[in-house]
């Protein structure tokens, strides 16, 4: 019986170990949109629309002359593509539907547990340089992949 219980135990664990990874990469597998790709990278992560709300990405994308102190000016039309699928696929629940402050993912209670574990030493490397440069850790992070079994901090 013993026996039974720790099988149990086991398989129940590690179900609850996948649907804890599955639950981590909800909001990223959208379909991709070049526009967004191609615009966003070009400064940074194309940051996955899963990982802030709607109203996070109107603000965002309202401001883009102003943004986080770049003037990251669209076309109209590009914009609007942009800002209509960020929308369409932003996050909502637990994660990704917080508004935080300055609709910095960085800022947001989700990424500040997920990370609570770097020191403030670790930001400052010149490798990493702040919260906001994900791929410094996350090899696949232009792809939305953010599986913490992949992280790799540079020293």
């Known amino acids: 019986m013993k026996k039974k ?3 149990l135990a086991g398989t129940l664990l590690l179900c609850l170990s996948f649907a804890e990874t ?11 949109n070049a526009r967004h790709q191609q615009e966003c990278s070009s400064c940074h992560v194309a940051y996955p629309p899963g990982l802030l ?13 102003k943004h986080f102190g770049t003037d990251a000016s669209l076309d109209e039309a590009t914009a609007r593509e942009i800002s209509a699928w960020l929308e369409a696929h932003a996050g909502t629940g637990r ?3 917080e508004e935080p402050a300055q609709d910095r993912i960085s ?4 990424f500040v547990r997920q990370h609570d574990e770097v020191s403030a030493s670790v930001w400052k490397r010149a490798s990493v340089g702040s919260p906001s440069n994900c791929s410094a ?5 232009a792809k939305g992949n953010f599986n913490e079994h992949q992280v790799r901090i540079p020293k």
């Open 22 to 32: 599955a639950g981590a990469s909800q909001g990223y597998a959208v379909p991709p």
């Open 107 to 110: 800022k947001a209670q989700w």
């Open 137 to 141: 850790c996350h090899a696949e992070a």
């Open 95 to 97: 994660r990704g539907g």
């Open 5 to 7: 219980l720790s099988v």
């Open 53 to 65: 709300p709607a109203a996070s990405w109107q603000r965002i994308m309202g401001n883009l002359h």
